[in-house]
Nanobody, 123 residues
Framework: QVQLVESGGGLVQAGGSLRLSCAAS????????VGWFRQAPGKEREFVAA????????YYADSVKGRFTISRDNAKNTVYLQMNSLKPEDTAVYYC????????????????WGQGTQVTVSS
């Protein structure tokens, strides 16, 4: 079992920045790829970014490419999502998720989920 806790969400103006954190506990964190997903009201949960177990490979949704950066510090059992140039359409609850093996971009590929953190971008 891996327990995940997100933090760092909040209210920010368009064009601003936030950094989300996903802290893990339980089994060896470096054995798990991690993804960030988000869900806006009335919409399905969608992929945002993912990072490999070592951190050497990353993958982004087209909608956030060039604005968001995913990274991890396995010594601290934490994955980060740096979000710059935020837009109102980035408003959602952001979730981190973990899975053994390769990272993926489908919600069904992930076994462990955090409780989510709200990000609201005002125009």
């Amino acid at each position: 079992q891996v327990q995940l806790v997100e933090s760092g969400g909040g209210l920010v103006q368009a064009g601003g920045s936030l950094r989300l954190s996903c802290a893990a506990s339980g089994r060896t964190f470096s054995n798990y790829a991690v993804g960030w997903f988000r869900q806006a009201p009335g919409k399905e949960r969608e992929f945002v970014a993912a990072i490999s177990r070592s951190g050497s490979s990353t993958y982004y949704a087209d909608s956030v490419k060039g604005r968001f950066t995913i990274s991890r510090d396995n010594a601290k059992n934490t994955v980060y999502l740096q979000m710059n140039s935020l837009k109102p359409e980035d408003t959602a609850v952001y979730y981190c998720a973990a899975r053994g093996g390769m990272y993926g971009y489908d919600v069904r590929q992930y076994d462990y989920w955090g409780q989510g953190t709200q990000v609201t971008v005002s125009s």
